[in-house]
């Protein structure tokens, strides 16, 4: 027997470090699913370059490390503001919510060697919301050997119930990954390359802003086809899935690519075409071509990227919006839904999604004393 739907309330603080997004959804964890409201608080610019500097040195960074607990505090309390602003905000009360779904920040992803890693203090943002927490999604799967991402995949499919399969559903954060789900309802997914994070270290460093706003500055380059030809030489664009990424895995490549010798504007049009043809790189691996991609995360706002999916894959390809989602939110109601699943036993990956050998549960949870 099912359970009774109830209110949950999903975090999320992706690879991009642009803030909290913070999601109610009403579901049983299983066939309910009814999105409410949702926030996105960013992270000023002191958070942002904390996190980004823990991401820089997480292989040889020690957990006693004052910088990182100093880092944990300020991202817990701001995810803390962010449940605060969103139940303000759509009128609900703390006790109404079953549960929240705690992401925390990833800084570091090997799941080859059984290690994935994010920061977030449970304890302290259940005490500062008088709500219970479910974290830690990930570790059972990596620890019997799946590869722990991507996540979203089964809320995906819930959404997608009533629209024409094969579907894919593509998230650009800091990572791109992708969900097929095929017309007898298998779901497929893997991480498909980098998503927005190089094009965001470039224009950052270049341009000295935090992302490229609208595509405007690829839009004004012209793509390095050389450069771009070893970057895709790559081997990870072989592997099928289910494969996933560290943000940083892909930033030896891009040192030895001839990258740094383009300007700033022909930098930024190469890296948004190489987030496209790692995209379209992964269409060998998928059973049948999708006959529409739908684009969720920070890169769908990026015309540049957009126009170049396009181009690349053969199909229509929109924002998620064009069916009635909610791209700003899509992930952090994913962790609404797997908060659910996870208090039921219910699993949070397949073998086709993240590699794991069964069908996986996870997550802990954390309750107000």
Not at 8 to 35: F, I, K, N, Q, Y
Not at 66 to 93: I, Y
Request: glycine share 12%; proline share 7%.
């Amino acid at each position: 027997m099912g359970a009774k739907p109830g209110l949950h309330l999903g975090l999320m603080s992706g690879t991009s470090l642009d803030g909290v997004d913070a999601a109610l959804v009403e579901t049983d964890g299983e066939g309910v699913a009814r999105p409410g409201a949702s926030l996105t608080l960013p992270y000023d610019a002191a958070l942002r370059g904390r996190l980004r500097g823990l991401l820089d040195r997480a292989e040889t960074l020690a957990r006693d490390d004052p910088e990182l607990a100093e880092a944990e505090r300020a991202l817990t309390d701001r995810h803390a503001e962010a449940v605060a602003a969103l139940l303000a905000r759509a009128g609900v009360a703390a006790r109404a919510v079953v549960a929240l779904g705690f992401h925390g920040q990833t800084i570091l992803h090997r799941p080859e060697r059984r290690l994935t890693w994010q920061i977030g203090d449970a304890a302290r943002l259940a005490q500062a919301t008088g709500i219970a927490v479910v974290h830690d999604f990930r570790s059972a799967d990596v620890a019997a050997g799946g590869q722990g991402a991507p996540l979203a995949p089964l809320w995906h499919a819930a959404l997608a119930g009533g629209l024409a399969r094969p579907l894919a559903v593509l998230n650009l954060g800091g990572v791109g990954n992708v969900t097929w789900i095929g017309a007898d309802g298998v779901v497929l997914a893997c991480d498909t390359g980098p998503g927005n994070g190089p094009l965001d270290d470039w224009v950052a460093g270049r341009a000295g802003v935090p992302y490229d706003e609208g595509g405007r500055i690829a839009a004004a380059g012209r793509v390095a086809v050389a450069v771009l030809a070893r970057l895709m030489a790559h081997p990870f664009f072989a592997v099928p899935p289910p494969k996933s990424l560290d943000r940083l895995d892909f930033a030896r490549a891009l040192e030895g690519s001839g990258l740094a010798a383009l300007s700033t504007a022909d930098g930024a049009a190469t890296l948004a075409a190489f987030t496209a043809a790692s995209v379209a790189a992964v269409r060998a691996h998928l059973p049948a071509p999708p006959l529409r991609w739908l684009v969720t995360g920070g890169g769908r706002h990026n015309a540049a990227i957009m126009g170049a999916l396009r181009a690349a894959l053969g199909a229509p390809v929109d924002p998620v919006e064009a069916v009635g989602w909610d791209g700003d939110a899509l992930e952090a109601q994913a962790f609404a839904y797997l908060a659910a699943r996870s208090l039921r036993g219910l699993p949070l990956s397949l073998p086709t999604t993240t590699g794991v050998p069964e069908p996986m549960p996870g997550g802990r949870v954390a309750r107000p004393r």
